[in-house]
């Protein structure tokens, strides 16, 4: 017996030194701020949102070249198979009482020349112009917008990834802890000092732990391939994420309203465009009924022919040259304008109720992080007690094991209890993490973590 008790407390003290197997990739270690700074460079949404912002740009050099004097050249050649009869009254010929039949023109016709157009007045087109502005301030908003959903989903990802690779290494303790226990006990089953059912026992559970393992690291594996997605990383590229990853920035009020925080919002700034551009509509509507007023002018040559010889610069052109003004006063539509009005009002109703609706579901979020955060800050202190008493049960259940006072189920129903605590430890500081990150996004704060 005492042979026994030697031999199991050597082997025991050699102990194991476990590593992350991911270590082994060789990847670079990624801090969560880093990631949040490479995908707002590389990320393909954000990449889009900046040429929206850069096509908004052009879109209003496009509405300005509309006030801009318009130039255009034309020409025509017009052929003339059956020349067109008309009849005139026969009394220029002395035949008055009848009609007489007679061809004007020629076979062959041709003109071309330039008209010269200039916008002098137009209510919409001044309107247009404001919108064409408020259009840039809202594709810059929808940049913005999509950075913070980048932030929001590139910083879960990192969170999930770290909670995964945190319980990978708490199960990589037990699961080694097993691998010694098994070699023991297979070592006193030989001796005759264990039973074959003890070791079958310690099997059974390696293998549960090992299978645990295995999907571990698969989904650790694969969540960092979707943080490489986010980010706008190439898969292929090795990386590995840092130990400890904590939303320092978070400060947490005692009370919060939703309305306090509601103008910092990216989205609520959005709306507030995307309402200003509806009202900027109606008024565009309004802006069609006012008269219009252009400038042109046109300069033309002209030719007949009665065979095709236009190129023959004996045959003369005849030029013309027309300046004026042209007005046009809306006088009746078919209501087509009352109803496109009617439509932007109906479309500006439709804005505001998004504003209050999101006015509610940002005091919900704010609320529900908060309680969030305070139910997990009491649940991570009330864990982390439990994981030292679980070590403490199973350290002293190994002992009395070890002595052979306490029988292999009790040490194996430690090890469960300590695997338990540190995974329940573990999914509440993910919580938890989560929480702060939904009270940022709340707040609109979340380009805070990358400052």
Do not use: C
């Amino acid at each position: 017996m005492i042979k026994k008790h030697l031999l199991l407390s050597l082997l025991l003290l050699l102990g194991v030194r476990f590593s992350y197997a991911q270590n082994q990739s060789g990847g670079n270690v990624l801090t969560l701020q880093e990631a949040l700074q490479y995908a707002t460079s590389n990320n393909i949404g954000i990449q889009k949102a900046l040429l929206d912002e850069k096509g908004a740009e052009y879109m209003i050099k496009e509405t300005k070249g509309s006030g801009l004097p318009q130039i255009n050249g034309t020409g025509q050649l017009s052929i003339y198979p059956s020349i067109p009869t008309q009849l005139l009254p026969g009394e220029i010929v002395g035949k008055p009482g009848t009609y007489v039949p007679v061809q004007f023109g020629t076979k062959y016709n041709a003109n071309a020349g330039f008209e010269l157009s200039q916008l002098i007045f137009s209510k919409s087109y001044f309107v247009g112009l404001e919108a064409a502005q408020t259009t840039r301030d809202l594709y810059e908003l929808r940049t913005r917008m999509s950075q913070e959903d980048v932030i929001y989903n590139v910083s879960s990802a990192y969170l999930l990834a770290l909670q995964t690779k945190e319980q990978f290494n708490s199960v990589e303790a037990n699961f080694n802890r097993l691998v010694q226990l098994e070699k023991i006990l297979t070592l006193q089953y030989k001796n005759d000092f264990a039973k074959k059912v003890d070791v079958n026992r310690i099997t059974v559970n390696k293998t549960n732990l090992e299978n645990q393992r295995q999907a571990l690291a698969t989904a650790y594996e694969q969540q960092k391939n979707a943080l490489k997605f986010f980010i706008g990383m190439p898969l292929d590229q090795q990386i590995e994420i840092e130990n400890n990853a904590t939303l320092d920035n978070v400060a947490l009020p005692v009370n919060t309203n939703a309305a306090d925080v509601l103008t910092q919002r990216v989205d609520y700034q959005l709306l507030q465009a995307q309402k200003k551009l509806y009202g900027l509509n109606i008024e565009n509507i309004r802006g069609k009924a006012f008269p219009t007023l252009a400038g042109f002018g046109q300069y033309s040559y002209q030719a007949q022919r009665k065979e095709f010889n236009f190129f023959d610069t004996n045959q003369p052109w005849f030029n013309t040259f027309v300046l004026g003004v042209r007005l046009n006063i809306p006088v009746f539509d078919g209501f087509q304008r009352k109803n496109q009005l009617k439509q932007a009002q109906i479309e500006m109703q439709k804005t505001d109720l998004d504003i209050t609706n999101l006015t509610l579901g940002t005091q919900l979020s704010l609320d529900n992080a908060l309680k969030q955060i305070a139910t997990s800050q009491l649940t991570i202190q009330n864990q982390e007690r439990n994981v030292s008493l679980a070590q403490e049960v199973y350290d002293t259940t190994n002992d009395l094991y070890k002595e052979g006072l306490s029988p292999l189920t009790d040490l194996l129903d430690a090890e469960v209890s300590l695997r338990e605590a540190q995974t329940n430890l573990n999914n509440e500081r993910l919580k938890y993490k989560i929480a702060q990150l939904d009270y940022m996004k709340a707040r609109g704060e979340l380009n805070n973590l990358i400052k």
